[in-house]
């Protein structure tokens, strides 16, 4: 199983970034993938994520309304579209993936800087 980020870059506030994981060893439709940011000296958050089905997504609050999840099965990849972004997405981005009944999230990617200027 290997998750792969990227996507990431410089922005400036305002602007907008489109982040892939790309996925293999799974497929998409069973498996629910997250992704996750992590700035310095901070915890890492979940941002969002999307169940198996594809039914269900979430967003923290942080980011309701300006990021947006989605998939394509076909191409094994899961995207992150950020737009209007603001100096605190900030972050490490990472990618994950969650096996069905699974409580937590069992396999992570390696993941991609996002910087966002003011």
Known sequence: VQLQASGGGLAQAGGSLRLSCVVS???????????????????????SCITGSGASTYYADSVKGRFTISRDIAKNTVYLQMNS???EDT????????????SSYNYWGQGTQVTVSS
């Open 91 to 102: 972050a490490f981005y990472y990618c994950a993936a969650r096996r069905p009944m699974s």
């Open 85 to 87: 972004l603001k100096p």
């Open 25 to 47: 060893g799974f497929t998409l439709d069973r498996y629910a993938i997250g992704w996750f940011r992590q700035a310095p000296g901070k915890e890492r958050e979940g941002v």
